[in-house]
């Protein structure tokens, strides 16, 4: 844990759910209704460092969170994404995976998703026959 750490140091308040290693939050600067993060207890960096049992916990949150916004919010679909790493847009340096609410409309053409990370290369589809 440290003490400059935004998820290290949240208050109970912005906790939605826990269990033994991860709580879920919504994000404060979410980029859809219900954009919500699931967060290890562990101050960890990368998915990559989580213990089997902290894998566990934080994808049986997951699933608690998605149905939770979709009673909530009624989404058509979702985005799941962890940016790992400085390279992958990573700017808090505590593990989070953003559950991103979809809802038809939100874009004007959805194709591609997270591809769109890297957008020269999301569109594939169009160079398809």
């Known amino acids: 844990m ?5 998820f290290c ?15 879920v939050i919504r ?8 954009h919500t993060l699931v967060v290890p207890k562990r101050h960890i960096g990368s998915f990559f ?12 949150l997951l699933d608690h969170a998605k149905a939770q916004i979709q009673s909530e919010f009624k989404p058509d679909g979702y985005n799941i994404g962890i940016n790992d790493g400085a390279a ?15 809802y038809l409309g939100d874009r004007p053409d959805p194709r591609g998703g ?7 290369k999301a569109a594939y589809w169009t160079g398809l026959t």
């Open 88 to 102: 992958a847009g990573q700017t808090v340096g505590h593990l989070h995976i953003h559950l991103i609410p979809r």
């Open 114 to 120: 997270v591809r769109w990370v890297i957008p020269e």
């Open 9 to 23: 140091a949240l208050p109970p308040s912005r906790i939605l759910e826990n269990n033994a290693h991860g709580l």
């Open 49 to 60: 460092e989580l213990e089997v049992s902290e894998r566990d916990d934080l994808l049986r």
């Open 2 to 6: 440290t003490s400059t750490c935004p």
């Open 27 to 34: 994000d404060g600067f979410p980029v859809s209704p219900g």
